[in-house]
């Protein structure tokens, strides 16, 4: 899972596998944010989950959160080649509008 | 029509030169990010701003200056590069202060390199 002191973290699947990523924060929030960025591009929003909310589902994405544990997931069914990138959970953005991103899951699907 | 643009893309710069990297965003957004991403690493926050007139440090602001001169445009610069500011750096534009959940919209990235 991403955050604190761990790397960057790396997955490779077969396309049409079931993944989920994981991510944990250490200071408290109401929102978490997952972004996703594909080679030589900028990150870009795929979803964003409220602590009300708990679990959030957008086509093939699901993100859930648990603010008792700090924690937040983001699952895509039925994997494609061109999910193939670096996933990013961010947190913050509520107060200052600043965001801090985790180290990141690289996601390779094979086709 | 690309709402957050970086220029240049590719820079190469000598140590002790000075760089600055532009950023125009279109989305009419108030707030403007400067972030820089290093090889297995996450994005890092080095200035932000609320509007014109506005620059804030972010957790690395270390030899690093920002400018932001209108609503459109805020730039990053470097007086004296140093090769550990070999990075890639990206900025964004997001929602006002406050707002609960505030997207970030991120340019393709300027990628720099310090010989």
């Known amino acids: 899972s991403q955050w604190g002191e761990e790397n960057l973290q790396a997955l490779s699947i077969q396309e049409g596998e079931d993944v989920t990523m994981n991510c944990s924060y250490k200071?408290?929030?109401?929102?978490v944010q997952w972004y996703r960025q594909k080679s030589g591009k900028g990150p870009a929003q795929l979803i964003l989950?409220?602590?009300?909310?708990r679990e959030k589902r957008s086509g093939r994405l699901r993100a859930t959160l648990d603010t008792s544990s700090q924690s937040s997931s983001l699952s895509i069914t039925g994997t494609l080649a061109t999910d193939t990138a670096v996933y990013f959970c961010?947190?913050?953005?509520?107060?200052?509008?600043?965001?801090?991103f985790g180290d990141g899951t690289v996601l390779t699907v094979k086709p | 029509e690309a709402a957050v643009t970086q220029s240049p893309r590719n820079k190469v710069a000598v140590t002790g030169g000075k760089v600055t990297l532009s950023c125009n965003q279109t989305n009419n957004h108030n707030n403007m990010y400067w972030y820089r991403q290093d090889t297995g690493h996450g994005l890092r926050l080095i200035h932000y701003s609320y509007g014109a007139g506005s620059t804030e440090k972010g957790d690395i602001p270390d030899g690093y200056k920002a400018s932001r001169p209108s609503q459109e445009n805020f730039s990053l610069i470097l007086e004296l590069a140093t090769p550990s500011q070999t990075s890639v750096y990206f900025c964004?534009?997001?929602?006002?202060?406050?707002?609960?959940?505030?997207?970030?919209?991120f340019g393709e990235g300027s990628r720099l390199i310090v010989v």
């Open positions: 964004a534009s997001g929602g006002d202060r406050g707002q609960s959940g505030n997207t970030l919209y």
């Open positions: 961010a947190t913050g953005g509520t107060n200052t509008g600043k965001l801090t």
């Open positions: 200071t408290y929030t109401t929102v």
């Open positions: 989950i409220r602590s009300n909310e």
